[in-house]
């Protein structure tokens, strides 16, 4: 009987398959485990109806295995059976699968048992880095059962396993699990002294150059004031704002959408309040302590101490050890320094957040960038209006009025036109053609000022030389010039 139907579960039918397919090697849940799973809502005893699995079975079709003649027909001679049955090599006392974790954990550790055990002895971690230290820990440190069964192997006198030998060897070393671990604290204390120290440093130099920067502070008023004078009609005033504003500033935009409030505070700082330009100046470390969590410098704090803990209690056991000797001295006060550095930023920072009205639990990764995009919007802002200037000058620069010279330099080109159109028509009045008047009527010179600011300016015999290439003339055709320009008859 199927035990899921003896327990009152819905049983699984078995399925007949007619050939012998491989095992699938996965590791099945209980129905009782189902709950609300994705199983629960499938039903897959429905697809044996439709699904056709005459090609899966085909092409994943075990092949009966074939016989050993020499080993399964054949009976063994004595030489070979004996061969056969002895083992290749020493029999371990260590469980199966135990003993072949420990098979793969050494070769990252290395085999030589002697220099591993002298490393343990002087506390080296040059020679047994923290990595293989706590290999070592969580893996070679024997149980008591097999602490009794190694001894017992070793005292028959007969070859041990290379694998039981070095556990072996390795669990007479005194208080073998309290020095892996202490190792492993030792070695990590460099990194955490090299790293704790300079952030907590940046956390509290950020945070006190915010506290004491008066012209942030400024720039804070006046960004009220522009805040309050927007909300004004509907909300009301505000007495402060969350740092978050910030970003609205360069969020919100004008209707033309080409300016925003950043722009405009920017240019009354400029015009107004010209010292808080250089506000940023104030601000120190910022970028290294946005990158400092204070969760994680508390817990390298605690590491340290453990460290010190640690030594602490093995300078019990041995009080001339040198390497611990070394570590009181040169080590524990650098620890007790990070400490009290690491708790005086923890201050600064708290002092920081409640001065401007954040969260006490916000994070420096959280609350630093806030300022720095600050920092960075109102250096745009102030890229954008210079921009906005040199437009602005190169506009007026188009500009005739611009330029009281550009007048009297339009005059005197047009005067020379003027004189050319004149020799023209004596040119032509020369000549076979018709009778010419050499007065210009009236309004001929506003039309030759306005045909100048339309068009590029042309030197007056090219002009004249490619028209008379446009009409196929020559020099002596002036009748035909003068044809062409109705407003010299």
């Given at each position: 009987?199927?035990?899921?139907?003896?327990?009152?579960?819905?049983?699984?039918?078995?399925?007949?398959?007619?050939?012998?397919?491989?095992?699938?090697?996965?590791?099945?849940?209980?129905?009782?485990?189902?709950?609300?799973?994705?199983?629960?809502?499938?039903?897959?005893?429905?697809?044996?109806?439709?699904?056709?699995?005459?090609?899966?079975?085909?092409?994943?079709?075990?092949?009966?295995?074939?016989?050993?003649?020499?080993?399964?027909?054949?009976?063994?001679?004595?030489?070979?059976?004996?061969?056969?049955?002895?083992?290749?090599?020493?029999?371990?006392?260590l469980e199966a699968n135990r003993h072949r974790n420990l098979v793969i954990a050494l070769r990252r550790v290395g085999t030589d048992i002697d220099e591993i055990i002298a490393a343990i002895e002087d506390l080296d971690i040059k020679k047994l880095p923290s990595e293989k230290a706590e290999i070592l820990s969580n893996e070679f440190v024997a149980s008591?059962?097999?602490?009794?069964?190694?001894?017992?192997?070793?005292?028959?006198?007969?070859?041990?396993?290379?694998?039981?030998?070095?556990?072996?060897?390795?669990?007479?070393?005194?208080?073998?699990?309290?020095?892996?671990?202490?190792?492993?604290?030792?070695?990590?204390?460099?990194?955490?002294?090299?790293?704790?120290?300079?952030?907590?440093?940046?956390?509290?130099?950020?945070?006190?150059?915010?506290?004491?920067?008066?012209?942030?502070?400024?720039?804070?008023?006046?960004?009220?004031?522009?805040?309050?004078?927007?909300?004004?009609?509907?909300?009301?005033?505000?007495?402060?704002?969350?740092?978050?504003?910030?970003?609205?500033?360069?969020?919100?935009?004008?209707?033309?959408?080409?300016?925003?409030?950043?722009?405009?505070?920017?240019?009354?700082?400029?015009?107004?309040?010209?010292?808080?330009?250089?506000?940023?100046?104030?601000?120190?470390?910022?970028?290294?302590?946005?990158?400092?969590?204070?969760?994680?410098?508390?817990?390298?704090?605690?590491?340290?101490q453990k460290a010190s803990a640690a030594v602490k209690e093995e300078l019990t056991h041995n009080a001339t050890h040198p390497s611990l000797l070394a570590f009181m001295r040169d080590t524990q006060p650098k620890i007790e320094k990070t400490s009290k550095a690491v708790g005086e930023a923890t201050k600064s920072f708290r002092k920081a957040t409640l001065?401007?009205?954040?969260?006490?639990?916000?994070?420096?990764?959280?609350?630093?960038?806030?300022?720095?995009?600050?920092?960075?919007?109102?250096?745009?802002?102030?890229?954008?209006?210079?921009?906005?200037?040199?437009?602005?000058?190169?506009?007026?620069?188009?500009?005739?009025?611009?330029?009281?010279?550009?007048?009297?330099?339009?005059?005197?080109?047009?005067?020379?036109?003027?004189?050319?159109?004149?020799?023209?028509?004596?040119?032509?009045?020369?000549?076979?053609?018709?009778?010419?008047?050499?007065?210009?009527?009236?309004?001929?010179?506003?039309?030759?000022?306005?045909?100048?600011?339309?068009?590029?300016?042309?030197?007056?015999?090219?002009?004249?030389?490619?028209?008379?290439?446009?009409?196929?003339?020559?020099?002596?055709?002036?009748?035909?010039?003068?044809?062409?320009?109705?407003?010299?008859?």
């Amino acid at each position: 009987m199927n035990m899921a139907a003896a327990v009152g579960f819905p049983s699984k039918r078995r399925l007949t398959v007619e050939s012998k397919l491989p095992v699938l090697n996965w590791a099945p849940i209980p129905y009782h485990r189902i709950g609300n799973t994705v199983f629960k809502e499938i039903n897959d005893e429905q697809l044996y109806e439709v699904l056709d699995f005459s090609a899966f079975e085909k092409a994943f079709r075990l092949e009966a295995a074939k016989p050993v003649a020499s080993t399964l027909n054949t009976p063994l001679r004595p030489a070979e059976r004996r061969e056969t049955s002895k083992p290749k090599g020493p029999m371990t006392v260590l469980e199966a699968n135990r003993h072949r974790n420990l098979v793969i954990a050494l070769r990252r550790v290395g085999t030589d048992i002697d220099e591993i055990i002298a490393a343990i002895e002087d506390l080296d971690i040059k020679k047994l880095p923290s990595e293989k230290a706590e290999i070592l820990s969580n893996e070679f440190v024997a149980s008591p059962e097999e602490i009794e069964l190694l001894a017992k192997q070793h005292s028959t006198g007969k070859k041990m396993d290379d694998l039981d030998m070095f556990l072996y060897q390795l669990s007479r070393v005194p208080r073998l699990k309290a020095r892996l671990k202490l190792m492993s604290l030792l070695d990590t204390c460099t990194d955490l002294l090299g790293t704790a120290g300079p952030q907590a440093e940046a956390v509290a130099a950020a945070s006190q150059s915010l506290v004491n920067s008066a012209r942030l502070k400024k720039l804070l008023e006046i960004i009220l004031a522009y805040g309050n004078f927007m909300n004004s009609q509907k909300r009301g005033g505000a007495y402060g704002f969350k740092l978050s504003a910030f970003d609205r500033l360069v969020d919100t935009k004008s209707k033309t959408k080409t300016e925003t409030i950043m722009h405009f505070i920017v240019r009354d700082v400029e015009r107004k309040f010209p010292d808080v330009l250089a506000f940023a100046n104030d601000l120190i470390s910022l970028s290294k302590a946005a990158s400092v969590s204070l969760g994680n410098l508390e817990l390298d704090v605690a590491a340290l101490q453990k460290a010190s803990a640690a030594v602490k209690e093995e300078l019990t056991h041995n009080a001339t050890h040198p390497s611990l000797l070394a570590f009181m001295r040169d080590t524990q006060p650098k620890i007790e320094k990070t400490s009290k550095a690491v708790g005086e930023a923890t201050k600064s920072f708290r002092k920081a957040t409640l001065y401007f009205g954040e969260d006490a639990a916000i994070e420096p990764a959280t609350f630093f960038p806030i300022f720095i995009r600050l920092v960075s919007a109102f250096d745009q802002a102030r890229a954008d209006l210079r921009i906005q200037e040199r437009r602005a000058e190169d506009e007026m620069g188009a500009s005739p009025s611009a330029h009281p010279g550009d007048g009297a330099q339009l005059e005197r080109h047009s005067s020379k036109r003027v004189q050319r159109l004149r020799g023209l028509t004596r040119h032509a009045s020369q000549t076979d053609g018709p009778e010419l008047r050499e007065e210009v009527e009236d309004g001929a010179i506003d039309e030759i000022i306005s045909e100048m600011k339309t068009s590029a300016y042309r030197r007056p015999d090219a002009g004249y030389k490619r028209e008379k290439r446009e009409l196929g003339q020559t020099d002596d055709s002036a009748s035909s010039f003068v044809g062409a320009r109705p407003w010299l008859k």
